[in-house]
């Protein structure tokens, strides 16, 4: 069965490090979503994607998050410089077009900033 | 207010008892409904989604909204070990953005 894969699974770094995180989506699907979900709380979508272009990314702090998907397909999420509230889990999910009501979730990357 | 409000729980039920889930919205442009499904350190789960008012039905798994109260429900017949988990309600909001309330941990005790 298809399925979204992150990496890492687990990372922990010192607060003002870089960070990144890698996404492949389910073979097909061109929505691309990264998410974040703070212990305790449902995921917050950060940034959209619809192949390499950016749909949506009004909730992602850009000052320091910056997210890409240079040719459609895996995507890079990174935070540089780390900070302590940054801990939480990063969740990629991706859907076909238009099809933004089932969207599937991969494991996840738990970020763990000291 | 949150958009989409749920109980954190823990809800702790014995098994084979009747689970009642439940969410409550404050934006009245949802139409789309969704129940996730999330285990511990995994990703969230699509276990099913309703349109409008209404009930679906999926196995042991029923749905239902009330667009009047702004309510929705998860009921789970049968529960099972298993179905220990947190379960989110998510709504799709105007601009086709998923908005999740904070979900409701749930302990089956065999």
């Known amino acids: 069965e298809a399925e979204v894969a992150q990496s890492p699974r687990y990372k922990i770094t010192e607060k003002s490090q870089a960070v990144a995180f890698w996404c492949d989506p389910i073979?097909?699907?061109?929505?691309l979503y990264w998410y974040r979900q703070i212990l305790g709380q449902g995921p917050e979508l950060l940034v959209q994607?619809?192949?390499?272009?950016?749909?949506?990314d009004s909730q992602l702090p850009k000052d320091r998050f910056s997210a890409e998907r240079l040719k459609g397909v895996d995507s890079t999420l990174k935070i540089q410089p780390a900070e302590l509230g940054d801990s939480a889990m990063y969740l990629c999910?991706?859907?076909?077009?238009?099809?933004?009501?089932?969207?599937?979730f991969g494991p996840g990357t738990r970020l763990t900033v000291l | 207010q949150k958009e989409v409000e749920q109980d954190p729980g823990p809800l702790s039920v014995p098994e084979g008892a009747i689970v009642s889930l439940n969410c409550t919205y404050s934006?009245?442009?949802?139409?789309?409904f969704m129940w996730y499904r999330q285990y511990s350190r995994k990703g969230p789960e699509l276990l099913m989604y309703?349109?409008?008012?209404g009930n679906k039905e999926d196995g042991r798994f029923t749905a239902q909204v009330d667009k009047s109260s702004k309510y929705i429900s998860l009921f789970i017949r049968d529960s099972q070990p298993s179905d220990s988990a947190t379960y989110l309600c998510?709504?799709?909001?105007?601009?086709?953005?998923?908005?999740f309330g904070g979900g409701t941990r749930l302990m089956v005790k065999p």
């Open positions: 998510a709504n799709i909001n105007a601009g086709n953005m998923l908005t």
């Open positions: 073979s097909g699907h061109a929505t």
């Open positions: 309703t349109y409008s008012s």
């Open positions: 934006n009245s442009a949802f139409q789309y």
């Open positions: 999910a991706s859907s076909l077009p238009d099809s933004w009501v089932e969207q599937f």
């Open positions: 994607f619809q192949d390499e272009s950016v749909v949506d």
